[in-house]
C-alpha cells in the first residue's frame, strides 16, 4: 500500500462519516420541537430540569435510558405512577420506601422543587422516542383494556372498578387519570390482600397516602377489586 | 537518580503518572462501595449522607481525570523525543499539575456537599469546568508550541495533537446548560462518545504507535501507513456510530439506520488492530522486554477487541438495544471496554516510560510482582464483567421482556451482584500490587556472571 493510498482511507473515510453525522444533526434539530412538544417545554418545566440536576437524580435513575442504573428508569415515571406517587416519593422517600431493601435519600426538597420536578417529569414522559422502555409501553395495556372491556359485564369487580370511579385517578390502558399510580403497575409488586387492606385504610397502610378509603365496600367486594387489579399486571403471562 | 530519558523536561510527565496511579487505586475503592450498595441494604440514614449517587459521580470522575492525567504525561513524554526538542515550558506542565489535581480535589469534596452540576460524567461544576478548560488551552499551548517550534512534523504527532485538540474541543459541549432534556442527551454524547470513540481513539492510536516504533525499531513509515489505515477506519465507523446512543432520546428514526449500520461494523478495526498487534508481536518478541510490557500489548489488544468490540457489537442493533438499552448490559461493555482499551494503554505506557524515567538502565525493572499485578486486575474485570452481564440478562428479560417492575427484577440479581463485589476485590489487590511496583520499580539484579542489562527472570519468562 502506498502512501498515499493511506492518507486517502484517513481522509476520505472521516470526512464521509463527519459529512452523515452532521446532516443526521440537522436533520435532529428540525424533528426535535415535534418529537418532545417544545410547545409545552415551559418554565417550569425548565426550572425541574435545574432541581433534576441539582439534585444529581441521575446518577442513581436513568432517564431515556441513560444515567445510573441503581434506581427505576424516570422516562415513564410520571405516567406509570401518576402524579401523587410522583410527590410522595420526593417528599418522603423514607417512608415510601421504608420496607425496600434499596432506600432513596431524603433530599429535603422546597414545595416548589417538588411541583418543578413533577412538571418536569409530565413533560418527560410525553417524548415520542419510539416507544421506548419496553416495559412502559402501551402495546403492553392494550391488552388489560381489552380484557377489562371483555369481562365488564361478567366481571363483578370491573363492575365495582367503574361504580366507584377508581379511573377518575388511575389510569387503565390508555383511559383514566393520573393522580394514582396506573392499575397494570400495582400488579407487579402488590397482591390482592395488600390492594384490599389499602382501600380499608389506605393512610394505615402508607403513610401520607392521599387517596380515599372504601369503608362503604364489603370486605369480599374489596378483595374481589384486589384481585382485579392484581390481575391486570402488565405481561405476567407464563414464560 | 539519573534519568535515562533524552530531554530532561520529559521528566515532569512522572509526577502525572504517579497521581493518577493513586486516582486509579482510590477508583477501584470507591468502586467497591458501589457495587456492595446492590447487594446489601444501606440504612437509610447513611443513603441520606452519602448517596449512590455520590459515590457514583465519584467513581466515574476519577476515571476520567486519571486517564486523562496518564494522556498529558504520556505526551508529556513522547512529544520531545519526536519532536527532538525539550518542552518549550516544562514549568508550566508542572503548575498545570498541580492546578488540575487541585481542581481534581474540589470537586470530589464538592460531591460530598452536593456542588455537582448534576449530569453524569460531566458532574464538574461549571465554574470548575472553567478551570479545567484554562489547564487544557495551557497543555495544547505547551505541547503545540514545541511541536510547531521544531518543524519536524510526523504522523504520529499530527495525530496526538489533533486528537488532544479534539479531545479539548469536544468538552466545550458538555458545558452549558440545555432546556431541552434530549438535546442535552445529544450532545452530552458528543462529549462521552466522541471521546471514547473519536478522540481518545487517535490520542491511543499515537501513543501506541511511539511504542511499537521505540521498542521494536519497526521503520516509522510502514507504522505511519498503518496509522493512517486504522484510523481512517475508526473515526468512519465511530463518528457516525454515535446514532447507535441516539435511538430512544426523542430523535427521529434514521438514527436507527445510521447508528446500526455503522455501529455494527465498529469491531473490524479493532480488530484489524489486534490481528497487527499480534502480527508485531510475534515477530518482534525479543523487542519487548521486559517481558511484561509484551503481556500488556498483547493483553491490550485482546480486551480492547472483546470489551469494546464483542461486548460492544452485542447490544449495538436496535432491535437488542430496544431491551437492553440503560441495563447492565452496559454496565458490563463500559467496565470491559475502558479497562481493554484505556486503562491498558496508560498502564502500558506507564510500564515503558516509568523506568526509563527512573534512570533504570535499559528501562530494566524487576517484573514479577508486575505480572501479578496485570493478571489480578485483568482476571478480576474480565469476571467482573461476566457478572454484570448476567445481571444485565436477567434485568432484560424480567423487567423489559417479562415487563415485572424494577425493584422485583433487581432481587434476583443481587446475587451476580455479589459476584460483581468479590471480583473487585481481586482487583483491587492487583490495582495495589500494579500501583505499588510502578511507583517503586527496582533495578533488574544481577547474578553472578550475567552482564548487566540482561533480564535474570528472562528465560524462565519467555518459555
Known amino acids: 500500500m502506498s502512501d498515499g493510498l493511506a492518507k486517502a482511507i484517513f481522509w476520505i473515510g472521516t470526512l464521509a462519516s463527519l459529512a452523515v453525522f452532521l446532516a443526521m444533526t440537522v436533520h435532529t434539530h428540525r424533528s426535535f420541537d415535534a418529537l418532545t412538544h417544545a410547545d409545552a417545554l415551559d418554565e417550569r418545566v425548565v426550572a425541574g430540569k435545574r432541581a433534576f440536576e441539582r439534585h444529581n437524580c441521575n446518577d442513581c435513575h436513568t432517564i431515556l435510558g441513560f444515567g445510573a442504573y441503581y434506581a427505576p428508569d424516570l422516562t415513564r415515571a410520571y405516567a406509570r405512577l401518576g402524579e401523587d406517587a410522583v410527590r410522595r416519593r420526593l417528599e418522603s422517600p423514607e417512608t415510601v420506601f421504608a420496607d ?117 365496600l364489603s370486605e369480599g367486594q374489596r378483595l374481589m377489586i384486589g384481585e382485579f387489579v392484581v390481575s391486570l399486571a402488565a405481561d405476567r403471562r407464563a414464560p | ?87 518549550e515550558w516544562p514549568r508550566l506542565a508542572v ?85 431541552n432534556l434530549a438535546v442535552d442527551w445529544y450532545y452530552w454524547w458528543w462529549v462521552i462518545h466522541l471521546w471514547v470513540e473519536g478522540a481518545w481513539e487517535l490520542i491511543t492510536a499515537a501513543i501506541a504507535a511511539f511504542l511499537l516504533i521505540k521498542l521494536t525499531g519497526v521503520e516509522r513509515k510502514v507504522a505511519e501507513r498503518w496509522l493512517y489505515v486504522q484510523l481512517g477506519l475508526f473515526l468512519f465507523t465511530g463518528i457516525a456510530g454515535t446514532g447507535h446512543h441516539y435511538y430512544w432520546l426523542g430523535a427521529p428514526k434514521a438514527w436507527l439506520w445510521v447508528g446500526g449500520v455503522f455501529s455494527a461494523l465498529e469491531p473490524f478495526p479493532i480488530l484489524l488492530m489486534l490481528w497487527d498487534t499480534w502480527r508485531s508481536a510475534k515477530a518482534h518478541q ?3 522486554r521486559p517481558r511484561l510490557t509484551w503481556v500488556y500489548v498483547v493483553g491490550m489488544a485482546v480486551l480492547h477487541f472483546v470489551g469494546a468490540g464483542l461486548f460492544g457489537f452485542a447490544h449495538t442493533l436496535p432491535q437488542v438495544n430496544y431491551y437492553t438499552h440503560g441495563s447492565q448490559v452496559t454496565v458490563s461493555h463500559g467496565h470491559l471496554a ?112 550475567v552482564p548487566a542489562g540482561v533480564p535474570a527472570v528472562r528465560a524462565a519468562g519467555s518459555a
Open chain 2, 338 to 449: 475502558f479497562y481493554g482499551a484505556y486503562v491498558l494503554l496508560n498502564l502500558s505506557f506507564f510500564y515503558y516510560a516509568m523506568p526509563r524515567l527512573e534512570g533504570l538502565p535499559g528501562g530494566r525493572y524487576q517484573e514479577r510482582a508486575g505480572h501479578w499485578g496485570f493478571w489480578l486486575t485483568s482476571l478480576g474485570v474480565v469476571g467482573m464483567s461476566l457478572a454484570f452481564a448476567v445481571a444485565g440478562v436477567l434485568q432484560t428479560y424480567l423487567e423489559r421482556v417479562r415487563g415485572e417492575p424494577y425493584m422485583v427484577a433487581q432481587q434476583p440479581m443481587r446475587f451476580w451482584m455479589a459476584v460483581v463485589f468479590l471480583h473487585g476485590l481481586v482487583v483491587l489487590a492487583g490495582v495495589v500490587t500494579t500501583v505499588v511496583h510502578l511507583l517503586t520499580l527496582k533495578p533488574e539484579r544481577v547474578a553472578a556472571g
Open chain 2, 1 to 87: 537518580m539519573t534519568a535515562t530519558v533524552a530531554y530532561r523536561s520529559q521528566r515532569v510527565a512522572y509526577g502525572y503518572f504517579a497521581l493518577a496511579l493513586v486516582l486509579f487505586a482510590l477508583q477501584v475503592v470507591v468502586g467497591l462501595w458501589i457495587a456492595l450498595q446492590y447487594v446489601v441494604t444501606v440504612p437509610q440514614a447513611v443513603v441520606d449522607v452519602f448517596p449512590f449517587s455520590t459515590a457514583r459521580a465519584m467513581h466515574t470522575n476519577l476515571l476520567v481525570l486519571w486517564l486523562l492525567l496518564g494522556f498529558m504525561g504520556a505526551t508529556f513524554y513522547l512529544v520531545p523525543e519526536e519532536a527532538e526538542r525539550e518542552l
Open chain 1, 100 to 216: 425496600s431493601y434499596r432506600k432513596m435519600p431524603q433530599q429535603h426538597l422546597a414545595k416548589g422543587e417538588i411541583e418543578d420536578l413533577v412538571a418536569f417529569l409530565r413533560w418527560v414522559s410525553g417524548i415520542d422516542n419510539h416507544d421506548w422502555p419496553p416495559q412502559d409501553s402501551p402495546n403492553r395495556w392494550k391488552r388489560s383494556t381489552e380484557r377489562l372491556l371483555a369481562n365488564a359485564s361478567l366481571s363483578p369487580a370491573a363492575a365495582l372498578v367503574r361504580q366507584e370511579n377508581c379511573l377518575e385517578c388511575h389510569a387503565l390502558g390508555g383511559a383514566g387519570g393520573e393522580q394514582g399510580p396506573r392499575f397494570e403497575w400495582i400488579g407487579g409488586r402488590r397482591d390482592a390482600e395488600w390492594v384490599a387492606r389499602y382501600l380499608a385504610d389506605p393512610g394505615s397502610v402508607s403513610k401520607g397516602s392521599r387517596m380515599p378509603a372504601y369503608p362503604n
Open chain 2, 286 to 288: 525479543a523487542a519487548f
Open chain 2, 95 to 179: 503548575v498545570q499539575l498541580v492546578v488540575l489535581a487541585a481542581t481534581g480535589v474540589t470537586a470530589l469534596v464538592g460531591f460530598f456537599f452536593g456542588w455537582t452540576q448534576g449530569r453524569p460524567l460531566l458532574e464538574i461544576p461549571t465554574s470548575l469546568d472553567f478551570v479545567v478548560v484554562a489547564c487544557a488551552l495551557l497543555f495544547l499551548a505547551n505541547v503545540g508550541t514545541t511541536l510547531v517550534r521544531a518543524r519536524r512534523w510526523n504522523a504520529v504527532q499530527g495525530t496526538l495533537l489533533g486528537g488532544l485538540v479534539f479531545l479539548a474541543g469536544m468538552y466545550l459541549f458538555g458545558m452549558p446548560f440545555y432546556r
